[in-house]
């Protein structure tokens, strides 16, 4: 247990200080892993960089690896966590982050890569590479990630034909169809794209983690895996807001979604987001991404644009479609993307209203607002070493901007919410049960009292 800024009593963050743990195994092997991936990409790329920039595009290169490789070296040999440098938007709030953490140590450990919060030397990883592709320009605004985001889209190519077919055949019947109907596709397009997060790159530290087979087939087997299932309560918030709107009580009908993964998982997203609106649960979505490459596959900008690009460019009637359909969404501002830098910081939601106040009162206005993925809900629950047995509102801690949803495969070890005993039946049949990310979460919170589940 350890005291919070306000002093209140929680549970300690998940840290690389623990031998053996989930934390410490990351830290000591998959992040360096996927620094030496990061290093090689852009070495492969260098005859690229030659081509487009001359002798400075090799300069750059040099530069940005020997960097890369001095984080690496700090990395592995534990050094303290250094203060940004390159002076960008968020260098300032990275630093007092960093400020903070040292606060909290009190003076009698040093912030370092294996005895402070996993959750913060991880996102900083990140922003480091961020930090050795700025500092040299011309390549300050490469990739490093894009090979792998583009391959995981291609190889999931069968998968997305499958889906896109069969939405195509939904899509029809959403007029005029019964509630009930309607219910069960939403309740299958929900999973799918719960399942969807399967598919992410920073767990296989890179390695292809694509969807092969059809999404829609594997659902039933899949159900047994789902550990907590409020999709009630999702669907009876989208249904309320639907009532509220139709009887004139309420006009935004929005739903947000807190994207994860680029490839496949975008994919899932986007269906889901168009059976949302074509079927009249929700007028407008708008989608949030990272500013700059995170955690391997998450989806930026530009793989957002992308992925609509490629879709509709498809050799594949029903997926081109779906393309031209969501580009039209874009244009005509029913679709939104958004990038926020509270996004791609270190910090718990719960500091979110005070971090980063434009954001919470920008989430405020949604309906519903679903969370991709693991990085999120460890964000959500603060990436501590909660009880399975605590609720997830307590574990929230007062985030709340409005009802949200957590679709998440598991693949760090922090699941709340679960019912007495779940959690050490789980641990005996399979010991590696929060991390394989072979189990999952559909977990829900309203901030108004009256849950609608
Ligand atoms: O793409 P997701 O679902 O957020 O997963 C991110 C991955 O990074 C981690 O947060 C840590 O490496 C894992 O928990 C998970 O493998």
Aim: with cysteine; net charge negative; hydrophobic share 35%.
């Amino acid at each position: 247990m350890a005291a919070d800024q306000t002093g209140d009593v929680v549970p300690s963050s998940l840290s690389a200080k623990v031998v053996g743990s989930f934390a410490y195994l990351t830290v000591r092997d998959r992040l360096p892993t996927i620094l030496t991936k990061v290093i090689d990409t852009i070495h492969r790329n260098k005859n690229k960089f030659f081509e487009e920039y001359g002798e400075e595009g090799i300069q750059a290169e040099k530069q940005t690896i020997s960097l890369l490789s001095k984080l690496r070296n700090e990395l592995q040999t534990d050094k303290p966590i250094l203060a940004l440098t390159d002076g960008l938007e968020d260098a300032d709030s990275w630093n007092r982050y960093l400020q903070r953490q040292q606060g909290q140590c009190g003076g009698q450990e040093v912030v370092s890569w294996f005895k402070s919060p996993w959750l913060y030397v991880e996102c900083y990883m990140y922003r480091r590479i961020r930090e050795a592709l700025w500092l040299n320009p011309p390549i300050s605004g490469y990739d490093v990630f894009n090979e792998g985001k583009t391959r995981s889209f291609f190889e999931s190519q069968q998968a997305i034909m499958a889906l896109c077919t069969y939405f195509e055949a939904v899509d029809k019947k959403t007029e005029d169809i019964s509630e009930n109907q309607l219910r069960e596709y939403f309740n299958k397009l929900l999973q799918v794209c719960l399942w969807g997060n399967k598919c992410d790159l920073s767990i296989s530290a890179g390695v292809d983690n694509s969807q092969k087979i059809s999404p829609i087939d594997s659902l039933l087997a899949l159900q047994t895996f789902i550990l907590v299932d409020d999709s009630d309560a999702v669907w009876s918030t989208l249904i309320s807001a639907r009532q509220q709107r139709q009887s004139g009580k309420r006009s935004s009908g929005r739903v947000d979604f807190v994207l994860d993964n680029a490839g496949f998982e975008l994919v899932t997203d986007l269906v889901l987001a168009d059976f949302l609106v074509s079927s009249g649960l929700a007028g407008e979505v708008h989608f949030h991404g990272k500013s700059f490459p995170w955690f391997v596959s998450d989806v930026t900008a530009e793989d957002f644009q992308w992925t609509i690009r490629q879709t509709m460019a498809a050799n594949h009637r029903w997926m081109s479609q779906r393309g031209l359909r969501w580009q039209q969404y874009v244009k005509e501002g029913v679709w939104s993307y958004h990038d926020h830098p509270f996004w791609t910081q270190p910090n718990e939601f719960c500091d979110m209203a005070a971090d980063a106040p434009d954001l919470y009162a920008a989430l405020q206005v949604a309906d519903l607002l679903l969370f991709k993925g693991d990085l999120n809900y460890r964000k959500l629950a603060g990436d501590r070493d909660w009880d399975h047995t605590v609720d997830f509102d307590t574990a929230l801690r007062g985030f709340g901007p409005a009802p949200l949803c957590s679709l998440r495969t598991l693949k760090a070890n922090i699941q709340v919410g679960l019912q007495p005993g779940q959690g050490s039946k789980l641990s005996s049949q399979d010991p590696d049960w929060m991390t394989c990310g072979k189990y999952a979460v559909i977990q829900f919170y309203s901030p108004n009292s009256d849950r609608q589940d």
